[in-house]
T-cell receptor, first 112, second 115 residues
């Protein structure tokens, strides 16, 4: 079945860039998402990218998609302590069962 | 604009008691609805999803059930809670249409502790 993998932890210094990586196995994935979860809260959609795109930028966030390698990354520029959270990568397929597949989440820790 | 409401936010229930968690969506029609459980290990486990009124698909056989009595209402239930039912329960919705999909929107979650 489909699988989404991401590293569990990332630690960065405030002001540096953070890069969170994700790999997926379903070659028919049409939509790829990044979610942020703060402690005790639900998941918040940060951004999404269609599979026919290579890159998407939204303020401090840059998403890169390498469809050939099935690799997705989220870059956060000028990382702040408020960016500390768990970041989930997810994918879904158009015309499928409408069920998204989530990674286990990467815990981003930002040090002052 | 669309909103999703999930309640209660926290719940402490004794073993063997019933459970009812409710989720409602506003500002859209015929959404796909989902119930997830997030254990302490962080991963999201899909419990149920629904593509229409009265249509429920179960992903994991367990002590829980779901119902969709109205288009924008999704209920998670149990007749007798087990200790292992403790966790963080999340409801989500999305829509698929001609323009594709723009993400899954989550509720704020219910922290259930079974004692």
């Amino acid at each position: 079945g489909e699988d989404v993998e991401q590293s569990l932890f990332l630690s960065v210094r405030e002001g540096d860039s953070s890069v969170i990586n994700c790999t997926y196995t379903d070659s028919s994935s049409t939509y790829l998402y990044w979610y942020k979860q703060e402690p005790g809260a639900g998941l918040q959609l940060l951004t999404y990218i269609f599979s026919n795109m290579d890159m998407k930028q939204d303020q401090r966030l840059t998403v890169l998609l390498n469809k050939k390698d099935k690799h997705l990354s989220l870059r956060i520029a000028d990382t702040q302590t408020g960016d500390s959270a768990i970041y989930f990568c997810a994918e879904s397929t158009s015309g499928g069962s409408y069920i998204p597949t989530f990674g286990r989440g990467t815990s981003l820790i930002v040090h002052p | 604009s669309q909103t999703i409401h999930q309640w209660p936010a926290t719940l402490v229930q004794p073993v063997g008691s019933p459970l009812s968690l409710e989720c409602t969506v506003e500002g859209t029609s015929n959404p796909n609805l989902y119930w997830y459980r997030q254990a302490a290990g962080r991963g999201l486990q899909l419990l149920f999803y629904s593509v229409g009124i009265g249509q429920i698909s179960s992903e994991v056989p367990q002590n829980l059930s779901a119902s969709r009595p109205q288009d924008r209402q999704f209920i998670l239930s149990s007749k007798k809670l087990l200790l292992s039912d403790s966790g963080f329960y999340l409801c989500a919705w999305t829509k698929w249409g001609g323009a594709g999909n723009y993400g899954y929107t989550f509720g704020s979650g219910t922290r259930l502790t079974v004692v």
